[in-house]
């Protein structure tokens, strides 16, 4: 059986999960909405079907929810990011 989501119970469960495992509101909501702009476009592989793809890699201490991103050196097209294990 088939159940259908409206857009915001989808958006209250994704930020929910990224908020619990250590993203910031803000964070929370720009991935979150990145998430379901994917499913809105059609592009189901890159939407809310990564979420738990994004858990277990937090989980496996893959990723930084909290991560703070720096900028090691820039050019007028280039940058080197340092992503903070993003």
Not at 50 to 78: D, F, M
């Amino acid at each position: 059986m088939q159940k259908t989501f409206t857009y915001q119970q989808l958006h209250t469960f994704t930020k929910n999960i990224f908020t619990k495992i250590g993203c910031s509101n803000a964070d929370a909501e720009t991935a979150t909405k990145a998430l379901l702009s994917a499913d809105l476009r059609g592009i189901d592989s890159h939407g809310v079907a990564r979420l738990s793809g994004y858990v277990r890699l937090w989980e496996a201490k893959r990723v930084n929810a909290n991560a703070q991103c720096k900028i090691v050196h820039q050019t007028p097209s280039t940058a080197v990011v340092d992503g903070d294990a993003v």
